[in-house]
């Protein structure tokens, strides 16, 4: 048994439950008469919705037919191998699940190089080598790509990334290598470091070919047939691929530079894997591909046993799984049909709400508000948008003009309402002005619709007390902007009942949205830790910390803007109104800053001014705060916003606000972007010693966000 099969049959029993990808090799003649060849399909036996992944049991596969095609290179009978995937898949990297279950650095470090002594074949046969990326490509499925000698893209691919930055990890089988020695460091750093920390992002095909990726790019109707006439003619010497010289001078250098600044804007020094995957880059620059690999190796095993990664796994696990599956849903066969949608206001909330209803559910939408000019400029902006996807290319005219017909505007609510299934309200953020619309929205609607609130911290169960039928009133809270930010929390109301909710859930998944079931409890989850989390950081400026050290405390978490950026984000006033709200229920632990309150009464969108480009503290803002003389360190300041934060949301867990804390965490991935470098927040706490410090114990059992036992 070879080496790199001892290390893969080691690997494979630590893990058991791997979904095996094999490698079927057949053999056809190409056209022209260019030769007998082999075409090695990766499949593991499932539909697109299982994508293709690699873990020891695959790459053993991979190996044996490498085996096979490695002998009939050397004896002549072919003329070059090809790798390609399934229908809709190329293969999506590394299988995850067994990442997990890893315990020691010499286990993380055998699945390196296992996957480089696999992949490093492809590059050593004695034929050409070509990669035809058909489908969704990520990960360890690029890099395969990569270490064949020639590439071609489907037009249709919708998917290509090295993502592992993005999880906590490096592109650990070639990628850090290979590529900027392919498209140079400039664009390779954009690929890796770049897209991976804007929140994976994903190339499409024409992108892959335009970067130099791929060689050549096919119509994905029939890629494949054009991709192996396009081989033949590389291999009968009829086509020369020329690729542009890479430049390794001082660009290299710059590109690496470059990646290191959008490292530190984006995680400022707090996760690894951004900062070891550049070193990897600058290494590479000599071309030295062994020495490469080799740190390829080291950097994945280290970070396979760090607690970024595992973090990182545990966000991905949240996202990708518990999101499809909310806590505490009811079940979906109670869910009612909605047919027509009723939005009451018409400001810019609204408007957005009534968007993204007409986009995902395609049924009528009926803005109200309390004049036509409202109203139409409600509308107007619904029309607005759907010209805009119109100009992109997103939609074609007869979708464009189908969406306008759906959305109309009326000032009364019994035309508007009374054949609706669903109401939502996104008026004015106050009880009184709600419970009102809501009056008015029951006498008016079917018995069977749902009512609900966009609601960002007032009581539903109050909301709904005065109704004949607050058993369908429902919490509908959206995050700003409604179409970037996929959280959803659906709030249960004392009364509401499992109709209602099912409903809430059914019309949340049809929306595409992350549904999370939260109790009525003041401000829900995300909007509560936050103002908890500025909260305190507002209480120690006001007690005398400068303003600057109290903002770069909390760097190191890496979070995607500062507190005080956030708050200008949300507006003073919004953030006001909240701490109020919390400081009414929970007197003892949420204040009401007056420095803040006073920000507000003169009207300043925020603490800052960007004259400069860069955030300044605002003159006009400085003159009005008035701080004590308690002036607290970085270290002391973090240390007290983070012992706030860990004692909140366990007595959120404790009041029952979610059914968990993993619940906790992909609220505050998916609705206030913290990164998944932390796994949200409760990782972090953990690992940080911080919540057994506060609070006696740990958020979450050893595994399952750290090393496992």
């Not at 996104?426 to 079917?446: D, G, L």
């Not at 039928?469 to 004392?494: D, W």
């Not at 989850?525 to 109290?550: C, K, S, Y």
């Not at 860990?646 to 009041?655: D, F, G, N």
């Amino acid at each position: 048994m070879s080496a790199t099969a001892e290390l893969l049959k080691g690997a494979a029993e630590l893990f058991p439950g791997e979904v095996v990808t094999q490698a079927h090799v057949r053999h056809l003649d190409l056209p022209a008469g260019a030769g007998r060849f082999a075409l090695i399909t990766l499949d593991n036996g499932l539909d697109h919705t299982k994508p293709t992944t690699f873990g020891p049991q695959s790459l053993a596969n991979l190996s044996a037919a490498l085996d096979q095609v490695e002998k009939e290179a050397s004896d002549g009978s072919i003329v070059g191998v090809g790798v390609t995937g399934k229908p809709f898949i190329f293969a999506v990297g590394a299988d995850l699940k067994g990442v997990e279950l890893l315990k020691r650095h010499e286990d993380a470090l055998a699945i390196g190089r296992g996957g480089h002594e696999v992949f490093k074949r492809l590059g050593a046969l004695a034929v050409p080598t070509f990669a035809y990326y058909n489908g969704a490509a990520m990960g360890g499925g690029v890099e395969i790509g990569l270490h064949c000698q020639y590439r071609t893209v489907s037009a249709a691919l919708p998917a290509f990334s090295l993502p592992e930055v993005f999880l906590g990890l490096v592109p650990g089988w070639g990628g850090c290598v290979l590529l900027p020695n392919l498209i140079g460091a400039e664009r390779a750093v954009s690929v890796i470091i770049e897209n991976s920390l804007n929140q994976n992002k994903q190339l499409k095909g024409v992108q892959v070919h335009e970067l130099g990726i791929a060689d050549a790019i096919f119509e994905g109707a029939d890629f494949l047939e054009q991709s192996l006439a396009w081989t033949a003619a590389v291999l009968k010497g009829e086509l020369a691929v020329v690729r542009p010289e890479i430049d390794r001078g001082e660009s290299w250098d710059a590109a690496v530079a470059r990646g290191r600044a959008v490292a530190d804007a984006k995680v400022h020094g707090a996760a690894p894997a951004a900062y070891r995957a550049l070193d990897i880059i600058a290494a590479a620059k000599d071309g030295d591909l062994q020495a490469g690999f080799d740190a390829e190796d080291r950097a994945l095993a280290d970070l396979i046993m760090g607690g970024e990664l595992r973090s990182g796994i545990y966000a991905f696990n949240l996202v990708q799984k518990r999101a499809k599956r909310p806590a505490g849903a009811p079940d979906k066969s109670l869910a009612r049909p909605v047919t027509k949608v009723g939005v009451v206001g018409a400001g810019l909330m609204a408007s957005q709400l009534a968007l993204l209803f007409l986009r995902r559910l395609e049924v009528p939408v009926v803005l109200t508000d309390i004049d036509q000019e409202r109203v139409d400029k409600g509308v107007s902006y619904v029309h607005g948008e759907v010209d805009k996807l119109l100009l992109k290319g997103r939609i074609n005219q007869d979708r464009a003009n189908r969406l306008k017909g759906l959305v109309s505007g009326v000032l009364d609510k019994a035309e508007g309402f009374a054949d609706a299934d669903f109401v939502i309200e996104a008026v004015f953020e106050e009880m009184s002005v709600k419970q009102k619309v809501f009056a008015e929205v029951e006498a008016v609607a079917p018995a069977h619709a749902i009512l609900a609130t966009n609601t960002s911290s007032l009581s539903v169960t109050e909301m709904a007390s005065k109704l004949k039928n607050p058993e369908r009133v429902v919490g509908f809270h959206f995050f700003n902007p409604v179409a970037i930010l996929p959280l959803l929390e659906i709030v249960r109301g004392e009364r509401t009942d499992d109709a209602a909710l099912a409903t809430a859930f059914g019309v949340a998944k049809k929306l595409k949205k992350t549904a999370v079931l939260v109790k009525d409890a003041p401000a829900f989850v995300v909007n509560r830790i936050l103002t908890r989390f500025m909260g305190e950081i507002q209480n120690v400026i006001d007690e005398g910390t400068p303003v600057a050290v109290a903002e770069k405390a909390v760097e190191p978490l890496g979070l995607p803007m500062s507190p005080l950026v956030l708050l200008e984000l949300v507006g003073p006033a919004i953030g006001l109104h909240v701490s109020q709200t919390l400081h009414d229920a929970f007197p003892d632990r949420f204040t009401v800053s007056e420095n803040l309150a006073a920000v507000v009464r003169a009207g300043k969108r925020g603490f800052y001014v960007y004259d400069s480009g860069r955030p300044e503290l605002d003159p006009e803002v400085a003159a009005l705060l008035k701080q004590g003389d308690v002036v607290l360190t970085e270290e002391q300041t973090r240390e007290r916003v983070l012992d706030a934060v860990a004692r909140e949301i366990s007595l959120m867990l404790a009041e029952g606000v979610v059914a968990e804390a993993q619940d906790i965490d992909l609220c505050l991935i998916t609705g206030a972007g913290w990164p998944f470098h932390l796994g949200g927040i409760t990782p972090y706490l953990d690992r940080e010693g911080i919540a057994e410090r506060v609070n006696g114990k740990p958020f979450l059992a050893p595994g399952v966000a750290s090393v496992p036992a």
